[in-house]
């Protein structure tokens, strides 16, 4: 059984907590792209579209605010979607707003790409095992509850 690896530098201390972080999401990031390459979907493009699967359609302001996300964030991640026929976009209740939605063609994306996904998952939880990457999952929640946006949400 492999054990899990020693990080460099750990029993230094730390330095910044932000570099860190977004040095970690980069290569994890890269791991789950790398993973889903041959579903034709990056991990972003995934996570949007299996929270429109789960949650059904949103508005675009709403779904940025669930991704933590800025709009400008949100389209540059929509526009290859509804290039491909995934996700479409109607106007929303009133002309200021716009609703998203996943397509059936975006189903059958989703669908391709749950099994790279899951062994993308499996070779986390391999590596730095099971009761770490619960414990590491549990800490994200609680930073990401220090955005903004997140005031309220629980």
């Known amino acids: 059984m492999d054990r899990p690896r020693t990080p460099p530098n750990v029993g230094r201390v730390p330095g910044c907590t932000c570099s ?20 034709g979907l990056r991990v972003t493009q995934f996570s949007l579209l299996r929270n429109l699967e789960r ?11 669930k991704l933590l996300l800025d709009r400008t964030a949100l389209t540059r991640t929509l526009e290859p ?4 026929g ?5 106007r929303g209740r009133d002309a200021r707003t716009r609703d998203v ?16 996904w899951k ?21 994200l929640a609680e930073l990401e509850s220090l955005h903004p946006d997140a005031a309220g949400r629980g």
């Open 101 to 116: 939605s996943i397509t059936r063609t975006g189903r059958t994306a989703v669908a391709a790409a749950v099994g790279p």
């Open 20 to 39: 860190r972080l977004r040095r970690a999401t980069r290569a994890i990031t890269q791991l789950y792209d790398d993973a889903l390459a041959p579903s």
């Open 55 to 65: 949650e059904g359609p949103s508005r675009m302001s709403e779904l940025a605010e």
């Open 81 to 84: 979607l509804l290039a491909a």
């Open 119 to 139: 062994r993308a998952q499996a070779a986390v939880a391999r590596r730095i095992g099971r009761e770490r990457l619960d414990a590491l999952i549990a800490t």
């Open 86 to 90: 995934y996700v479409e976009v109607t």
